[in-house]
């Protein structure tokens, strides 16, 4: 399973690039297609609100069919096909098209990576693998950042995109051919997402999340470019 977890890794480090590099091409597009800053957040909550909203049928996949189809499925054709439309796009709306197309595509990738480790690992190894799998997929905002505007000033937005989208297609092909899915757990037991809310300890996490990250994840992710831009004058490579 440690092969399993690499390949997952690499997925979940697209993933956290995927939500935050509008913010480096915000400018671009503003000119290119003509989007405007609320235009851009749209997309931008598009790709958070499909994410979430995929992760119950997302859970019942992982159990159905398990990680090993389900991610590469997702990441292929949402992610993957998502990237081609953004690169396509000579429209706002096309934008918002491609960012819900990507939420969807990496809305399985961290979960995926959750239900090998819960039944492939022991219980105590958890916390410590999930928080590894989460630090290092925060590679991928470094690579939303200078690196991708390294990447559009040399090639331009469009291509860079394309070649993104390429090295999601492969990173989801790596996936069928090595995630492997752990055993099935057979239960009589059938547990929903009531069952999950009933747990007290989730009652304050839920507005813990809230406050913490969505802040973060909207600045970093979208509004930090244009502010920037419009406010300071910051070049591409500044923001």
């Not at 090639?155 to 899915?181: E, F, H, P, Q």
Request: with cysteine.
């Amino acid at each position: 399973m440690r092969a399993t977890l690499i390949i997952l890794t690499f997925a979940y480090v697209l993933s956290q690039f995927y939500r935050a590099f509008l913010a480096v091409l915000a400018a671009p597009l503003q000119a290119d297609i003509g989007a405007t800053a609320a235009q851009l957040s749209a997309a931008s909550g598009y790709w958070f609100l499909t994410f979430a909203l995929m992760q119950l049928p997302v859970g019942w996949a992982l159990d159905t069919l398990g990680p090993r189809r389900t991610n590469a499925a997702l990441l292929a054709l949402g992610a993957g096909g998502g990237a081609l439309v953004f690169a396509a796009a000579t429209e706002p709306w096309h934008i918002s098209a491609a960012m819900t197309m990507i939420g969807i595509g990496c809305s399985s990738v961290l979960m995926a990576a959750y239900y090998v480790i819960a039944r492939s690992f022991p219980a105590a190894a958890f916390a410590t693998m999930a928080a590894f799998i989460l630090g290092i997929g925060s590679v991928g905002n470094i690579g939303a950042a200078f690196p991708l505007t390294l990447l559009v000033d040399v090639l331009g937005w469009r291509l860079s995109i394309v070649i993104i989208a390429l090295i999601t297609l492969a990173i989801a092909a790596l996936c069928y051919v090595i995630v492997k899915d752990p055993p099935k757990v057979v239960t009589d037991e059938k547990g929903s997402l009531v069952d999950l809310l009933r747990m007290r300890a989730i009652w304050l996490i839920l507005p813990l999340v809230l406050v913490s990250y969505a802040p973060s994840a909207g600045l970093r992710g979208l509004w930090v470019g244009p502010y920037f831009t419009d406010v300071f004058g910051a070049s591409t490579a500044q923001v």
